[in-house]
Each structure stands twice: as structure tokens, then as C-alpha cells.
């Protein structure tokens, strides 16, 4: 059972946390008493970068959880600490079991990393079978490396031979993989692992480790800052930002129903448009525009206060007509600046600056669409999503 439970995560690097509080913290967390708090005098707080603050993750038992969110969130540190090999505060499960004391070799896991990390001393064959060379497990070797040849597919078999220095990345990549899945593991992670490839191979690379993934059903956590990975080898995914987890789900419910503004700005290529506004009687003040909200929205917010308005590029309806309209609500004119054609998408995007803020609309290839030239555009009631200002969460 390899279900994953991370609970309360932190790691801040680069502390100067007294060694003799750490040590006592770990030792009470081993024997299950509650940590002294640190205090003044252990290390100030702000010591070092927080590069995990919190952080809370369920993967259920099989599934492909995708890990996304900007450079710099603790993606890498959470996939890290995850596979033990990073200390931490919090607790980390796998199934019920606590991996505090459980060393990374024990673990049962496999990690592909960015920059493939292969032994330089060994030919493919010999990255496959160190670890079994580890575990004294050398008899079955051959087995195991024939049977991992033939789910890598085409043309693998001739790179076992090969010293890491002599492929190319994409090959490189696929050892990486291989070393992975060889040793039968009960849980892989993945980061970034396709960063280093040229866009074609990407966009290859991702459906073989898909196809993997399917195959075996082994419980997968995949980094990455690619949504279009991120939509293919995930199930679910995790958005992360500032080393919290603030949203997980399935990428069309997140999608539909990110949880804040960070969420919202992120997920999404380009993101959700998010204008600032202010509640004024029953109708929302914004990009000199009048909005009427959904009345159970004006339950939750107060005259006078401010908000932010969302709205994705593809649900900006953009009317031909120009009629003066000024009286309507929803509705705002715009003279789109310059556009972004997307011919594999058959789309396009146009671009505007509306009450000096950034406004994109999506609009389908063969639209002629006027530029520099005042449309009304309608942001149909029921797409508009609602956040509050000081929180950024959703309404
Ligand atoms: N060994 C380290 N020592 C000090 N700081 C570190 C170390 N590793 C990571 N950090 C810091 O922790 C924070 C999170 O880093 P992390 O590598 O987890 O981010 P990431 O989300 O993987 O970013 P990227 O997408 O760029 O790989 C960053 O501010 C980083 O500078
Ligand atoms: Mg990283």
C-alpha cells in the first residue's frame, strides 16, 4: 500500500536553529510527545528560507499526482523530504506508516531527477543494476533488466551497453526511467524530468511515461511547472505557492473552481483575467464598468468593500455590434491592442489594456476581429468568479 500522507510539512534551509532544540525536537516527535515550542533565544524565525511552511498532501494508493506551481514554491523540497532525503518538520506516511527512521534505500521508491543523475562509472546496464547489487539481490538482475527493456520499448535494449557520457539527453532519460521502474517500486517520483528535452521529445516522453504510469498503476508523484505534462500524467494535481499546498484536485475542477487568486492567475495558458472592483449597491464597480454578481455573492461581501472579479479568456464574448451600450451591465468596450494566433488550438488571443489593467479574450482562428478599434465585449454573469480582496479567496 503506498498511499502518501504528508502532514504539516516544513523545511526551512540555511536555519541556525540550536542543535541541542533540534535534537530534542526529534527525539520527542520519536517517542510522541509534543515538541517544545523553540523560543526567542533557539534562532529568530525569519532565519533562512522557508522553503516548505506547512505543507499538506494526501496521494491515494495508485493514483498520479502532479505537483505544479512557480519556481521556487518547494515543489523539488516536498518531492525531496517525501523520499527522505531531506530532514524535516511534520510527519511524512506511507500507507499508516511513518518514514521518519526509514532510510530513502528502504523505501521502496523510485526518482527520475531533471538532470537524470545517472552513475557516470556504469553503462546503462549497471545503473539498472546497482541497486540490486546494493540489496545483494544480484541474481535477479537479468530478469529484471529484460523485462524493463521490454516495457521501454523500440530500440531500448541497444543503450544498455552504453556509458551515460555517450547518450544524448532523451536517451539519458529514458535510463533514468528504466532505473526507476527497475527495481519494481512501490512509489516514483519524478522531477522535472523532461525539462532538459527539446519540445518534441517532451511531448513524446510524457505519453511513454503516461502510458507507464497506466500500465503499472504505481502510485506517482510528477513535478513540473508544464500544464500541458501536468493534464496528461496527472490524475489529480497540487498547486503549490510559497511552500504551502493551496489546492489539490482534478485539472478541470481546479480549473473551474480554483480556490484563490494564486490559483486562479496560474492555472490556465494565459491564466483567469482578475480585475480589482468595489461592491457598491447590489452590483460590483470595476474597469469603469458596472457588474451585477450573483445575489449570493452580496451575501458575503459588504457595500464598500473591495473584490476581485475573474473571468477566463474563453468566456469574453466578443459582440461585433460596437452600438454605444453604456447602460447595460457586464458589458465592457475595448480596443484590442494586438493579437496571438494559436493555429494548433485553431485560436487566437487579443490582447487589450482596460482601466490600466491587462485583459486577454480568446476567440476562435478564423475570426476577423477589428483591433485598435472599440467592441463591446460581454462577460456572461454566470462565468464571472469572485474573490476577496485581502485573502484572495474564493467567494
Ligand atoms: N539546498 C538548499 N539550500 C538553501 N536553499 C534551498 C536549497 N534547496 C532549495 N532552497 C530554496 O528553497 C526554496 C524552494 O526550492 P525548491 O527547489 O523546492 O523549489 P522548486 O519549486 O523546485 O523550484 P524550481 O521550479 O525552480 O525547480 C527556494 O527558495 C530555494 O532557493
Ligand atoms: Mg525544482
Redesign the pocket.
Known amino acids: 500500500m503506498a498511499s502518501i500522507h504528508v502532514v504539516n510539512v516544513s ?1 526551512r ?2 536555519e541556525t536553529l540550536a542543535p541541542s532544540l533540534r535534537e530534542q525536537q526529534r527525539k520527542a516527535r520519536v517517542i510522541g510527545r509534543q515538541p517544545r515550542e523553540r523560543t526567542a533565544e533557539d534562532a529568530p524565525p525569519e532565519d ?5 511552511d506547512n505543507a499538506n498532501l494526501d496521494v491515494r494508493d495508485g493514483e498520479s499526482m502532479v ?1 505544479l ?12 523530504v517525501i523520499a527522505g532525503l ?1 530532514s524535516y518538520e511534520g510527519e511524512v506516511f506511507y500507507g499508516g506508516q511513518n518514514m521518519r527512521d526509514v532510510p530513502p534505500k528502504d523505501r521502496g521508491i523510485g526518482i527520475v531527477f ?1 538532470h537524470y543523475a545517472l552513475y557516470p562509472q556504469f553503462e546503462s546496464k549497471g545503473n539498472l543494476a546497482f541497486f540490486f547489487k546494493m540489496h545483494k539481490r544480484e541474481t535477479e538482475i537479468d530478469e529484471r533488466v529484460r523485462q524493463t527493456s521490454q516495457i521501454m520499448g523500440l530500440g531500448f535494449e541497444a543503450l544498455l551497453g552504453r556509458m551515460p557520457n555517450t547518450l544524448s539527453g532523451g536517451q539519458k532519460q529514458r535510463v533514468a526511467i528504466a532505473r526507476a521502474i527497475c527495481r519494481n517500486p512501490k512509489l516514483l517520483l519524478f ?2 524530468p523532461l525539462s532538459n528535452l527539446d519540445a518534441q521529445l517532451r511531448s513524446s516522453t510524457r505519453v511513454e511515461i503516461r502510458r507507464l504510469i497506466n500500465r503499472f498503476a504505481i502510485t506517482t508523484l510528477y ?1 513540473t ?1 508544464d500544464q500541458a505534462e501536468a493534464t496528461i500524467i496527472g490524475d489529480r494535481l497540487a498547486i ?1 505557492d510559497r ?1 504551502r499546498v493551496l489546492q489539490v484536485g482534478a485539472y478541470r475542477d481546479v480549473y473551474a473552481q480554483p480556490a484563490n487568486t494564486f490559483v486562479a492567475g496560474f492555472l490556465g495558458v494565459p491564466p483567469m483575467n482578475l480585475f480589482d472592483g468595489v461592491v457598491e449597491d447590489g452590483r460590483i464597480i470595476a474597469l469603469n464598468a458596472r457588474f451585477t454578481p450573483p445575489p449570493r455573492i452580496l451575501d458575503f461581501v459588504a457595500r464598500g468593500q473591495r473584490i476581485v472579479i475573474g473571468i477566463r479568456p474563453e468566456d469574453i464574448a466578443i459582440e461585433m455590434d460596437d452600438a454605444p451600450d453604456a447602460g447595460s451591465h457586464n458589458t465592457l468596450r475595448v480596443a484590442f491592442e494586438f493579437v496571438e494566433r494559436l493555429p494548433s488550438d485553431r485560436a487566437q488571443l487579443l490582447h487589450a489594456t482596460v482601466d490600466g489593467a491587462r485583459l486577454i479574450a480568446r476567440a476562435p482562428l478564423e475570426r476577423e476581429v477589428p483591433l485598435r478599434r472599440p467592441l463591446r465585449l460581454s462577460l456572461p454573469q454566470d462565468r464571472l468568479h469572485f474573490f476577496h480582496s485581502e485573502t484572495g479567496m474564493r467567494i
Open positions: 523545511k534551509f540555511g533562512g528560507v522557508l522553503a516548505l505537483i506551481g512557480p519556481s521556487g514554491c518547494g515543489k523539488s523540497t516536498l518531492l525531496r531531506e531533471q522531477d522535472e513535478v511547472h503549490m511552500g
